[in-house]
């Protein structure tokens, strides 16, 4: 481990940062990103700071600056670490016509199903949901890049709109089946559910 | 108005007010919910009390325990009030079965839609989201009468798991375009999204 004060006054600026930065490296990015997704799922939104990122993942806050920019930019890219779309979009873009609803929504429930990225989607919902800024984040980087995305696939009349139509529907179960909690949906087998939703998805992204 | 001190200690036993309740009448319990409605939606389920709702409808507390009993249950009855499920459920249930979605979608989108009782639902969303007692009564008191009421009436396997796949789709668009303001949803006509949606309430709430 290289050495270097965190607690002491660090350099404010963006950019590269300094040869005492700590444990900059090849998967300090991706530590840092682990340590910011389980600090904005900890705290919300509003109380996780870029120094407090840092130090969890234990590296200079210059050296976060240095790979994602501001704290927004931050809490973009850790929502983004629940979704993969760079890993798993082209795949179920890719895939057969027919059942890209059915893709899309065992995906989305997947990713809720799993454990390490519920908590961490919940914190985000809240915090979206009770905070301004991350609304805008959320708006601004993580909706228009996951579902432009999408919608640049589509062969459909007004595919945004189609896709934010889609979105809304699992934004949806995921509020009444992980926070509310209502019943039957809580129980209901995750596959129950994609069988459910997928020609609903399907119509918004394919019928035209 | 009857007179009565409000801000002396006021009866902490539930049931009947004692005759120094203050501006008790027919229009009282109306008041009372307005008022619940406004508090709840300015200070959030947690910071409102019973005494804080009593003060703003100018009555004393016993009144407010008298007709709704407790916090939550004043929290339930604010929630109904903007979506008045028994004045008007019933001619929604009541008309052609081929156009139950688009009548649910257009009196969902006309709740949210209106100035009156969007403020409050907005708040009662968030503290859903944020407050395990909030969620409760949601899940407890509003989603029970309300989806069950719309179950009871459905020819279908499964309703309330139906009517829950539908509701869950009102409220990720009233994520999205009322909180997050996702574009072009957000700016979308009304009735366009009515059009969109429709169809899938009418599968989910009729299709067998």
Do not use: C
Not at 111 to 137: C, D, F, K
Not at 179 to 207: F, N
Request: charged share 25%; hydrophobic share 45%; net charge positive.
């Amino acid at each position: 481990m290289t050495t270097g004060a965190t607690d002491g006054p660090a350099p404010r600026r963006r950019g590269r940062p300094s040869r005492t930065a700590k444990a900059a490296g090849p998967d300090a990015r991706s530590r840092i990103l682990q340590a910011a997704r389980a600090e904005f799922a900890a705290r919300g939104y509003d109380r996780t700071s870029v120094r407090g990122i840092a130090r969890a993942a234990d590296v200079d806050a210059a050296l976060v600056h240095h790979y994602f920019g501001t704290k927004d930019e931050v809490f973009a890219a850790a929502v983004e670490l629940s979704f993969e779309p760079a890993l798993v979009l082209p795949e179920i873009l890719g895939g057969p016509a027919e059942d890209l609803g059915e893709r899309l929504a065992r995906y989305f429930i997947g990713v809720w199903e799993n454990p390490v990225s519920r908590g961490p989607l919940l914190a985000i919902l809240r915090s979206a949901l009770t905070h301004e800024a991350a609304a805008n984040v959320l708006r601004g980087f993580v909706l228009r890049r996951l579902l432009e995305r999408i919608a640049a696939d589509l062969d459909v009349p007004d595919p945004t709109l189609r896709a934010e139509l889609a979105a809304s529907h699992m934004i949806g179960i995921a509020v009444l089946r992980y926070v509310v909690r209502a019943e039957p949906l809580a129980s209901a087998d995750p596959e129950r559910i994609v069988a459910m939703v997928a020609p609903t998805l399907q119509r918004y992204l394919a019928d035209r």
